[in-house]
């Protein structure tokens, strides 16, 4: 029962970090769009408290960035893509860092955390590719004309994602790596 209760506060917690984060992130922005900060507490979470908590995080996640306004240049074009493509990517991101982690943790925690921080973001920024080529093309085309790119969907990788990408990508392997170490650390010093 106490195990149970660790694990609903600490889900409870990550949860109320994932909304933080995306509000002040939705600040930050490269371009058009925002860094994602909130990918960090979603890896943590699925990394301490497994899949389910990833995904619930991710799940956190995409609806404060639906309510936030953070996703209305895509509400405005198309709400049901948007919804199903911000909510899939914020789920599948979650599912994927905790399977990932869970995957490789008994050989080595280090490179669990380090694969399931890579694949995060690989995973959001691949869904929303897919989402903006599913639900967005005219908008994205728009954006692209106006911006003298001749090649949409090369616009998509290079102008819409592209900094963003390895920005989070950085990001979520610093912060990610050094709070899990932290956090098993302290672990270890709890069973001692």
């Known amino acids: 029962m106490k195990t149970n209760t660790k694990k609903i506060v600490g889900i409870g917690v990550m949860t109320a970090i ?8 939705s600040f930050i922005k490269f371009g058009v769009f925002s860094i994602s900060l909130v990918l960090v507490p979603i890896i943590v979470g699925a990394a ?3 899949i389910g908590a990833g995904a619930w995080l ?3 996640f995409g609806i404060t960035v639906i309510a936030s306004g953070d996703a209305g240049l895509f509400l405005a074009a198309n709400p049901a893509g948007t919804f199903v493509t911000v909510l899939l990517k914020g ?4 599912l994927a860092a905790g399977a990932v982690y869970k995957a490789i943790e008994k050989k080595n925690k280090l490179a669990a955390v380090i694969t399931s921080g890579i694949c995060a973001p690989v995973v959001n920024t ?4 897919l ?3 599913l639900f ?3 908008l994205i085309s728009e954006w692209a004309a106006a911006a003298g790119a001749k090649n949409a969907g090369l616009y998509v990788i290079t102008g819409v ?3 963003n990408f390895f920005v989070e990508l950085a990001i979520n392997l610093v912060l990610s790596t050094v709070i899990v170490r932290i956090i098993n650390i302290a672990k270890k010093e709890n069973k001692e």
């Open 161 to 163: 994602v592209g900094v």
């Open 18 to 25: 994932v909304v933080v984060l995306q509000l002040l992130g």
């Open 131 to 133: 989402g903006c080529w």
């Open 48 to 50: 301490l408290y497994g």
């Open 91 to 94: 789920v599948l991101a979650g």
């Open 126 to 129: 691949g869904v929303f590719i």
């Open 58 to 60: 991710g799940l956190a």
């Open 136 to 138: 967005f093309m005219p």
